[in-house]
């Protein structure tokens, strides 16, 4: 493709892109398939975007703008954040916006157990950490004894993507994951659909992204 050339498919990995593909009503089975790829354990058949605009807990706290927040049938919370730039407190901005999606589930004035619903947030960033991280595609964290490794709760969980470490050609797409993430990072320099990407999901995510579509 030439550098004056419009691209076939937009970028799904810059701020318009993502919204648009991962955020919108009319997308959002891109986004379910997206989450049980990513969390095969959760069963997610429907969702609900929340606000993208979460204000402080208290007055001159700092607010909180999500790329796509969304909460599943069950209650549970997804966030879901593209940095490409690098950014030193990437993981601690991940953990403040979580701890918000937990902090507003509290209940004023009721008798509440704190039986709170999961939060899980989905991290997808152009940049690396280093090897001081440990090096890893993707890397998933959550909150376990220090010991022992025993889980203290299943209600907070991290994943990281480092998706300029994803090196498979479209020959080599044998997992969702894998494919997934071949998207994410080659969309826009596509001018065809792999043959490897033959699935429902990724035939409409294609549809969806073409930019002659988007005109008129």
């Not at 796509?68 to 990437?90: N, P, T």
């Not at 209940?107 to 619903?117: A, D, E, L, Q, S």
């Amino acid at each position: 493709m030439s550098e004056d050339a419009l691209p076939r498919y937009i970028d799904p990995l810059n701020d318009w892109g993502f919204k648009r593909l991962f955020g919108t009503e009319m997308n959002k089975e891109f986004l379910v398939a997206f989450l049980m790829t990513i969390f095969p354990d959760k069963r997610i058949k429907d969702i609900t975007y929340l606000p993208t605009e979460q204000l402080g807990m208290a007055a001159g706290d700092r607010d909180a703008r999500f790329d796509v927040m969304c909460r599943d049938e069950s209650g549970e919370k997804f966030i879901v954040e593209v940095q490409l730039a690098y950014q030193k407190h990437f993981r601690e901005r991940a953990l403040y916006y979580s701890g918000m999606a937990l902090h507003s589930q509290g209940v004023k004035g009721k008798r509440w157990n704190y039986n709170i619903k999961g939060v899980y947030f989905v991290g997808l960033q152009n940049f690396d950490f280093g090897p001081e991280r440990g090096g890893g595609l993707i890397r998933r964290y959550s909150v376990r004894d220090d010991k022992n490794g025993d889980l203290m709760t299943d209600k907070l969980r991290f994943v990281f993507i480092e998706i300029e470490r994803f090196d498979k050609g479209p020959d080599e797409l044998k997992t969702n994951l894998a494919k997934w993430f071949y998207v994410l990072k080659n969309l826009h320099l596509l001018l065809e659909r792999p043959a490897a990407l033959v699935d429902r999901i990724f035939s409409r995510f294609f549809e969806a992204a073409e930019v002659i579509s988007l005109k008129g």
